[in-house]
């Protein structure tokens, strides 16, 4: 009867690839959310339009603003969380600070015609398609 041992070398690799797995993660990190792109964004295409809705709970609208350009839109600003002066903090959960996004769409945006409406902590973009891009009919003569 053979015994086999196991290749140190695939032992060490393993605890390599272990380490390297857990520093890429924010688990060594002070925060216990994760760090995915703020603000989250989901796009929605509506006939030839796309609707844009960002999530941005606590966010002034007076700290907003909205810039766009051919086929994106950027979305910055800045959040706010106040503490009373005499507080301890025992954990903190809510990110605040600057933060900038942009976004790229799959079509060309008519910027005159975007509107923007923020309710509840909740931007609906109204994208328009520019009429340049949309598809056109061609007749056959």
Known sequence: MSMGFADPFDTLLDLQRSLEAT???????????????????????????????????????SDLQIQAK???????????VDY??????????????????????????????IKAEYRDGILAVFLPRAESDKPRTIKIT
């Open 23 to 61: 520093l890429a993660s924010d688990w060594l990190q002070d925060l216990t959310t994760s760090r995915g792109p703020f603000p989250p964004i989901n796009v929605f295409q509506q006939g030839d339009d796309l609707l844009a809705i960002i999530e941005l709970p606590g966010v002034s609208k």
């Open 70 to 80: 051919e086929n994106s839109i950027r979305i910055f600003g800045r959040k706010a």
């Open 84 to 113: 009373p002066e005499e507080s301890s903090l025992h954990r903190r959960e809510r990110v605040s600070g600057e933060f900038d996004r942009t976004l790229s769409v799959p079509v060309q945006i008519e910027p005159d015609g």
